[in-house]
């Protein structure tokens, strides 16, 4: 680079550049926020759906699964798993694993009470209800 | 005799040889997971996959940061021409983060998650059971009591000493690292807050403050093996760093399309990350100019081949292979599909692992009180350089064709098929992947042994090589 442009103008040009973005990126959050009760339905949180998040935090499904793409890529999407399946199927799944098939992959017995897994559904159908931009692309997730 | 410019620059060498020690675990973990993604019942229910990703991701971030404090303790007094504050503290922070990280690991491997998650103070405050930030709540405390006190002595270092473009961008990474990280705590029961807020460790210490980490750990390499003059190195710095988070700051939007977002995030978020190869690629321009200009042939070959190969695969693994799937219209398909691993693959190798191991390249000969390494062992770390390198490029290459694969057959076609159904398609890109993977391993056992290579006691002097300023055109880069 040339001797035009020296040390101490890139210097500022970071600070402004940083301090601009920061603001500008900070501004967003704050409309974000302001926005996101209506594409959450907060309204629809219940302390059950509050239990059920615990639950999928405390048995790490996040360790297999996506959950609206973010995860682990060795299970499937479960963003979309009530729509896909309802929430009877899920409950018969979790209680049926491990599956034992030889050379499939495996998901652990957690021991969920039924309303442990109650909570779970509610916390799953209340994720699929949020407003993902019609994402992910088809019912499979 | 010592080789090193201030004696308390020692203290970064337990710090060093930790991370490697972790990297070597990080690596068998993940050859683990990979036979689990085709022999899916492969130690089950001993280690279920959940639990090797967690050791695999965890250890790298435990030894990237084990790999960036000893990248501080070494370069840190060099710059600022005094003794680092305190050598104690150092080396007492060294022992609680060892010991915390392998408590951690072990409680992983030991008990079930949902038990580790009640002796690891999860009640106390849930924390856990996020992606990345599964450690137990008590490990989160003291990885925020060892960072503050690590940045407490450097900070107190810098401030006694001579002030550069180095270590200021270097501490301002590093209080970015422990800011953001305190976003770890905030675990609202309000996923869609959860997810916005837990990108802001994840996102903005990578695509963010880790960046400036990076660049200061490299500048300070390049003027070392380079000689070339430091207003031209650091005025370089901030055109890098001020790409990197003009373009990565607001560039956090795109993993804010599919989250409950609003949607203008896909413009947002499109239009920066788009433009997050170019700090990257200026980091390639830089290296490159550097090194061709160089005013001294350092006699470490492969700290400069470490330095070289740093830009060329960041620039791949977080420019390219980042671009191929940000912009909204494509990431509604690939999101979160094997083209995330594949990116996530080469970028954490290419920027932070290999700078990790370039200024070790560059110091660890200093601290074991040689000039530079036989030329064995130099040439056995080189093999190990392409080894790991070419074998991280072919893992990425089998990842994105199955993921292109798996967006194609899940998502394109109009008979989208089950999550399962496709992945049984997929085998053959993952068991080359874990071929690839096992070359890696090879390469890493070769990179062991280079540490240890000695046969020809001969060493290069650096005073014979140093001669008068060259040029690009009667010099041309060899490495």
Sequence with gaps: MSQFFTKSMARNIFYGGTLFSVLLFLALTFHTTWTLPKR????????????GKHLWETRNCIGCHTLLGEGAYFAPELGNVYTRRGGDFIKVWIKAQPTKVPGRRQMPQFNFTDAQLDDLVAFLKWTSEINTENWPPNIEG | MSLLQYKSQAVAKPYFIAAIGLFVGQILFGLIMGLQYVIGDFMFPAIPFNIARMVHTNLLIVWLLFGFMGAAYYLVPEESETELHSPLLAHVLFWIFLIAGALTVVGYLSVSYERLTEI???????????????????TKIGLVIVVLGFIYNIGLTVLKGRKTAITIILLTGLVGLAVFFLFAFYNPSNLVKDKYFWWWVVHLWVEGVWELIMGAILGFVLIKITGVDREVIEKWLYVIITLALVTGLVGTGHHYYWIGAPGYWQWWGGFFSALEPLPFFAMVVFCFNMVNRRRRDHPNKAATLWALGTAVMAFLGAGVW??????????????GTQITAAHGHMAFYGAYVMVVLTIISYAMPLLRGREVNPERAQVLEMWSFWLMTVSMVFITLFLTAAGILQSWLQRIIPTPQSFMAVQDQLHI????????????LIGLGVYLYSFFAKDKPRTVEVGETVETVKTVETQPATF
């Excluded at chain 1, 959450?40 to 239990?51: F, G, P, S, W, Y």
């Excluded at chain 2, 890109?429 to 890696?440: C, N, S, T």
């Design chain 2, 429 to 440: 890109f993952y068991w080359l992947r874990e071929l690839a993977g096992l070359v890696f």
């Design chain 2, 120 to 138: 690891g103070g999860n009640n106390l405050l849930a924390t856990m059971g996020r992606e990345f930030l599964e450690q137990p709540t008590y």
């Design chain 2, 322 to 335: 980042g671009f191929l799937h940000t912009l909204a219209p494509v990431n509604y398909y690939t999101h």
């Design chain 1, 40 to 51: 959450d339905h907060r309204e629809n949180l219940t302390e059950q759906v509050a239990r």
